[in-house]
């Protein structure tokens, strides 16, 4: 069965991030049903989903609840439009977001994939200062190896990585400073900012972790001080929590761990348990306050995406708040981010093929050292992953691991093995 589908998926789907001419050969799996922590393919074998299909999946596939309470929304309305017009079920999940996020009084923007939401809060923080009568803060502080998305505004706020650096002549300018791997890397940021605060429209960060360059982490306090210093200094900050909101971290977010309220946060993937595309620029009520104004005036935010708040996908979104809250999901991570440290320490650290493994809640990069072609180790290993019935992707020579929010140990045992059993086969 595999190989006639993947026979139909090359002659017709394009896929990003992965060269189509040898899309064959790099044991791509043909996915048609999921149950819990596995994916199953056409020929009913299961695989570990080790990266949370793209570190969206939090409670597991395949859930009855959301999957009922998506079925429920689907029989009363599948789409209604957001621009001008409103539904009951996207006024339901605000209203629980509002419970959950560390913005203040805060005020919902729907978009559908985390770019998009990174888009709108560039934009928004463009347009603040213009609303509030002030022309200059134009520009954004950001990191290097940071990732934000690819649209071209999120591309120009992230760092050129992946091989995007061909799209450097569309990409804005930032003022950037080093990224977390950087020993001095807030004080660089923190002397930008005092420097450019006349200019700056707001500064961009991924709380905690640089997540797709690799899993580079920061001391929380860093990141409190970082944020304290800009917000004295009037600058907006935007946390882009697209990949460490809902849990990853061992905190609903990371801006939790931080002990920060950013102006804006950016949130998507895990929103609606990795379900359903939607993602949401979250700002506080002093942004939002400064696009009120007369009607057709230039205070108007004019954007909007004709899927902003769609009702199924905020069905989903609600259902899994309710379901993380109830069962105290997010209380369980730091005990499995505990256990899945020990794992790491007894079985991947030894071996000397790695050279690094870094680590905050269930969000894991384990550095490989090199061989050949950078990238090359990453992809054989995980190639050799897939073979034993474990999903996983690299970043370069970085393998990923970010399981669920609710594998057992014994899921955590198997992920960790078959990495260590991949690694001693490849090298
Ligand atoms: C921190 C961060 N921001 C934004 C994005 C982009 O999200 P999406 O792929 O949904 O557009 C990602 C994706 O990995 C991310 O890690």
């Not at 793209?54 to 929304?73: D, Y």
């Amino acid at each position: 069965m595999h190989d006639q589908w993947i026979k139909r998926d090359v002659k017709r789907v394009w896929h990003g991030f992965t060269q189509m001419s040898v899309f064959e050969e790099m044991s791509p799996i043909v996915v048609q049903a999921a149950e819990g922590p596995y994916l199953i393919d056409v020929d009913d074998k299961k695989y570990l989903d080790a990266i949370s299909s793209l570190w969206v999946t939090t409670i597991g596939h395949n859930n009855n609840e959301i999957n009922e309470a998506i079925s429920i929304q689907v029989n009363k309305v599948c789409h209604s439009t957001l621009l001008g017009n409103t539904n009951t079920a996207i006024i339901e999940l605000s209203e629980a977001l509002t419970e959950i996020v560390p913005v203040v009084d805060p005020h919902f923007l729907y978009a559908s994939d985390g770019a998009a939401s990174v888009e709108q809060a560039l934009k928004i923080a463009f347009q603040y200062w213009l609303n509030i009568g002030i022309s200059q803060r134009s520009t954004f502080l950001t990191l290097t190896s940071g990732y934000h998305g690819d649209t071209i505004g999120s591309l120009s706020l992230g760092d050129s990585g992946f091989g995007t650096s061909i799209f450097d002549p569309l990409k804005f300018n930032t003022i950037r400073t080093p990224g977390y791997s950087s020993e001095n890397w807030l004080y660089r940021a923190i002397l930008e900012l005092e420097a450019n605060y006349n200019s700056l429209a707001a500064v961009v960060i991924e709380p905690l972790v640089q997540g797709a360059s690799g899993m580079y982490i920061a001391d929380p306090l860093q990141i409190t001080e970082l944020v304290k210093v800009a917000q004295d200094l009037g600058i907006i900050v935007i946390a882009d929590e697209v990949a460490t909101g809902f849990g990853r971290t061992g905190s609903y977010f990371a801006s939790d761990l931080c002990n920060i309220k950013p102006d804006i946060i950016c949130l998507g993937k895990g929103l609606t348990a990795g379900y359903l595309p939607m993602s949401v620029t979250v700002v506080s009520n002093r942004i939002y306050e400064a696009f009120l104004g007369k009607d057709l005036s230039q205070k108007t935010f004019y954007h909007g995406h004709s899927f902003s708040g769609n009702p199924v996908c905020a069905a989903a979104a609600k259902k899994h708040i309710e379901i993380l809250q109830r069962d105290k999901i997010v209380e369980s991570v730091p005990s499995k981010a505990r256990f899945l440290k020990n794992e790491l320490d007894r079985k991947i650290k030894k071996l000397t093929e790695v050279s690094e493994i870094r680590q905050i809640g269930l969000m894991v990069g384990v550095e490989l050292k090199l061989k050949g072609e950078p990238g090359l180790a990453g992809r054989k290993v995980c190639a050799e992953c897939v073979k034993r019935g474990v999903l996983m992707r690299p970043l370069g020579d970085v393998v990923v691991l970010m399981p669920h929010l609710n594998f057992t140990q014994e899921h955590i045992s198997k992920m960790v093995s078959v990495l260590a059993q991949s690694i001693s086969k490849v090298f």
